[in-house]
């Protein structure tokens, strides 16, 4: 079973920036597509940025020119920066992983990302 361990969450006032990182244990991020949800109350759990195996990146519209996804495939590690925080990005972020053979999904246990003044 894959390990999925968040960090980076926080406040942060409008304007400011935090960068999300998930560890996962294993050597085995190479053969996983990575991604970044986020679920606000009342809200469904939505994309916000993934990242394939190849390195291509898609984002939501509506964090697209703001965040930036990453990988570290020696560190086993998924990056989410965020810059330009505003209010409607306030929610518990998820990271993901999805195996490219067996389509299994793992989750992390959510960081909580607040952005008031």
């Known amino acids: 079973q894959v390990q999925l361990v968040e960090s980076g969450g926080g406040l942060v006032q409008p304007g400011g920036s935090l960068r999300l990182s998930c560890a996962a244990s294993?050597?085995?991020?190479?053969?996983?597509?990575m991604g970044w949800y986020r679920q606000a109350p009342g809200k469904q759990r939505e994309l916000v940025a993934i990242?394939?195996?190849?390195?291509?990146?898609s984002y939501a519209d509506s964090v697209k020119g703001r965040f930036t996804i990453s990988r570290d495939n020696a560190k086993n590690t998924v990056y989410l920066q965020m810059n330009s925080l505003s209010p409607e990005d306030t929610a518990v972020y998820y990271c993901?992983?999805?195996?490219?053979?067996?389509?299994?999904?793992?989750w992390g246990q959510g960081t909580q990302v607040t952005v008031s003044s």
């Open positions: 294993g050597s085995i991020f190479s053969n996983y597509r």
């Open positions: 993901n992983v999805r195996h490219i053979v067996t389509n299994v999904n793992y």
């Open positions: 990242i394939t195996s190849g390195l291509t990146t």
